[in-house]
T-cell receptor, first 116, second 108 residues
Framework: DAGVTQSPTHLIKTRGQHVTLRCSPI?????VSWYQQVLGQGPQFIFQ???????GRGNFPDRFSARQFPNYSSELNVNALLLGDSALYLC???????????????FGPGTRLTVL | GIQVEQSPPDLILQEGANSTLRCNFS?????LQWFHQNPWGQLINLFY???GTKQNGRLSATTVATERYSLLYISSSQTTDSGVYFC??????????FGEGTQLTVNP
């Protein structure tokens, strides 16, 4: 089975633009989470979606939004890009969202976003 | 929120050496995962270990939940072990809180 896939792999935008990042979870996984990793730091939680509903939101501004589709794939949208949004954006999938063993999260390869 | 501290921040080894990476966390957790991030940014699952000890080849991990720490052991290190090792904990739902990582360099 394929792992978590993300697109695009790399993206260059300018300040003020909008960006959409995409993620497809492992087959059978119903939960998708998004993380932002700035260079030299650990990933920071942005959103979690389970069965198309938002289950958690990290400390990020309203410029960040996400949604999950009926096939469990997900999009992360960022409006009015700032230089500080330059980062590796990681998507993770898991079977459920209860915090137990079935919530082991598996990460995709990430999308590297550069804002100029 | 919960604090996750990893030590050491950097570690340089010769091939064949053993090492221990530590993860301390400030509150009770529902689960804990160890990851290896390769130079291309891919996070690779190593262990799901909320408590107890597990082994997988040259790697093993121990979590003592009552004392709020976890250890990752790497034996007979190889150059391919280089990268950043992250500890991440879950406190609510399945949201992961990561430490700052340990940058491991294994020289031939």
């Amino acid at each position: 089975d394929a792992g978590v896939t993300q697109s695009p792999t790399h993206l260059i935008k300018t300040r003020g633009q909008h960006v959409t990042l995409r993620c497809s979870p492992i087959s059978g996984h119903k939960s998708v989470s998004w993380y932002q990793q700035v260079l030299g730091q650990g990933p920071q939680f942005i959103f979690q979606y389970y069965e198309k509903e938002e289950r958690g939101r990290g400390n990020f501004p309203d410029r960040f939004s996400a949604r999950q589709f009926p096939n469990y794939s997900s999009e992360l949208n960022v409006n009015a890009l700032l230089l500080g949004d330059s980062a590796l954006y990681l998507c993770a999938s898991s079977l459920s969202s209860t915090g137990g063993r079935t919530d082991t999260q598996y990460f995709g390869p990430g999308t590297r976003l550069t804002v100029l | 929120g919960i604090q996750v501290e990893q030590s050491p921040p950097d570690l340089i080894l010769q091939e064949g050496a053993n090492s221990t990476l530590r993860c301390n966390f400030s509150d009770s957790v529902n689960n804990l995962q160890w990851f290896h991030q390769n130079p291309w940014g891919q996070l690779i699952n190593l262990f799901y270990i909320p408590s107890g000890t597990k082994q997988n080849g040259r790697l093993s991990a121990t979590t003592v939940a009552t004392e709020r720490y976890s250890l990752l052991y790497i034996s007979s290190s190889q150059t391919t072990d280089s990268g950043v090792y992250f500890c991440a904990v879950v406190t609510s739902g399945s949201r992961l809180t990561f430490g700052e990582g340990t940058q491991l360099t294994v020289n031939p």
